[in-house]
């Protein structure tokens, strides 16, 4: 029986141990009850001091009642008062000794008003044991003079602060310790946080290591598996729309080829604008899976930037309304991506020419904190604000009744915004109805060896 009840209770202690490291809620629930109780052992063993103190500066041990003869013979009749300071500091007493003609105290803030005491029980025959406030008082009569004994409280006062002291310490002290421990536990919070975030910046291959059993080492499991099955997801999507866009390459060429041997006419004009618009499309789709593939492909050269600027508004002069561009006097060299920034230009000014309604479009480049920024206003019909933070999404349209002749695919922002990041720049919007639509691209001046 002994070898299996051993067995048996082993076993329950490693389950126990087992659960506890599986459970965090368990855990904290150990951590925050082991604080009660020690809590409570403290308040109790400090109140069981402060009482037991108390009771002995109240009730005089019988060693003193027993020898009360010996003390007055040694301060003597009488009394020398050198002798009864040096008892009333070794006995921690307050001897208080009086006559018709004199009244002396070792303790001269005289705690206890002797004379309002009330007899107890006599001791000797000139001695006699009196009481006040429950605390005991020793009276002696003796050669015409009276003595007064009774305990010093200063002591019982001075092991009463260091008891809450020492209470204040340990509490503090278990206190501190809880943190520790809750903040270690709460270590892989923080992990998990970071690993979210990085994800959420969409920085899918980024996992968050943990080594842990418990709730968090689920969740922690269940984050790194998330994380997988999107970039799995948004792998395929890209390769599937990539993989399209590719085939559909085929048959647009093939279309292209047949529409020249038809007859001019105006059928074939607008067939070949929606062949064009096809194409342009399956380019832009191209363009922006390939800057969201970490901006790998960018072709930085140094380039002067406002003259890039104003080369690229050359080709929209024939504008029916007025172009405005303002350039400053020193430009400044950049490193850039000559194609992308073209392509952005191009998109921002041809969204401009549609929205702008043939009012007068302003183009300005400056430069601020060593960056590039470039404004295009159009003064046209403008942006509700409920519809600024999505209208650089890929397909969205601020007016879902738009006619596709006037919207466009709904890309040329979200390139654009693509194309800002891709250079560690950013684009803002700021638009108001029948105000007109302002975009700002930032971009970043890179060092030019």
């Known amino acids: 029986m002994g070898p299996r009840l ?58 003193f009642t027993r020898h009360v003869e010996s003390i007055i013979e040694d301060i003597g009749t009488p009394p020398n008062l ?5 008892l009333a500091s070794e006995l921690n007493w307050t001897i208080n000794i009086r006559n018709p003609i004199m009244e002396w105290s070792s303790d001269p803030e005289n705690r206890l008003n002797v004379d309002a005491s009330q007899y107890q029980e006599s001791l000797t025959v000139d001695a006699e044991m009196r009481t006040i406030n429950g605390e005991d008082i020793i009276r ?44 270690k536990m709460l270590n892989p919070v923080r992990l998990l946080k970071q690993g979210a975030e990085r994800i959420r910046q969409g920085d899918l291959s980024y996992r968050v290591k943990s080594n842990l059993q418990d709730e968090l080492g689920e969740l922690t499991e269940s984050i790194n598996h998330m994380a997988d099955s999107l970039q799995s997801m948004l792998e395929a999507k890209r390769q599937l729309l990539m993989a399209i866009s590719h085939e559909l390459r085929t048959p647009i060429t093939k279309a292209k080829l047949r529409m020249e041997f038809m007859p001019e006419s105006s059928e074939k004009d607008q067939l070949k604008e929606d062949i064009d618009e096809i194409d342009l499309l399956i380019s832009d789709l191209l363009e922006a899976e390939r800057l969201n593939n970490d901006h790998s492909v960018l072709v930085s050269e140094p380039v ?44 921002l000014l041809n969204n401009a020419i549609r929205h702008g309604k043939g009012n007068l479009i302003k183009i300005r480049v400056s430069f601020s904190d060593n960056k590039g920024i470039i404004e295009v206003n159009d003064n046209g019909e403008g942006i509700s604000e409920e519809h600024i933070p999505q209208i650089t999404e890929p397909f969205y349209r601020a ?13 040329g922002l979200y390139l654009c915004r693509l194309i800002a990041q891709a250079h560690g720049g950013e684009m803002i919007i700021t638009s108001q109805i029948e105000q007109g639509t302002k975009i700002s691209i930032s971009l970043p001046r890179t060092h030019v060896h």
């Open 82 to 86: 050198s002798n009864a300071m040096r």
């Open 140 to 183: 002696v009569g003796r050669g015409g003079y009276d003595f007064y004994m009774y305990r010093s409280a200063q002591d019982a006062q001075t092991f009463n602060y260091f008891v809450l002291y020492t209470a204040l310490i340990l509490a503090t002290l278990i206190l501190f310790l809880n943190y520790l421990m809750v903040n």
């Open 304 to 347: 002067m930037l406002a003259s890039f600027i104003r080369s690229i508004t050359e080709q929209f002069q024939s504008y029916n309304g007025e172009l405005q561009i303002n350039t400053p006097t020193h430009d400044l060299e950049f490193e850039i991506d000559k194609l992308r920034i073209r392509l952005l230009i191009t998109n």
């Open 399 to 411: 007016d879902s009744a738009r006619q596709r002749n006037t919207g466009g695919f709904g890309l």
């Open 6 to 63: 051993y067995l048996r209770r082993s076993g329950s202690v490693t389950t126990l141990v087992q659960y506890i490291r599986k459970s965090l809620f368990f855990r904290l629930l150990a951590i925050f009850g082991i604080t009660v109780i020690l809590f409570l052992i403290i308040i109790l063993i400090s109140v069981q001091t402060i009482n037991s103190d108390n009771e002995t500066i109240e009730t005089i041990p019988d060693y």
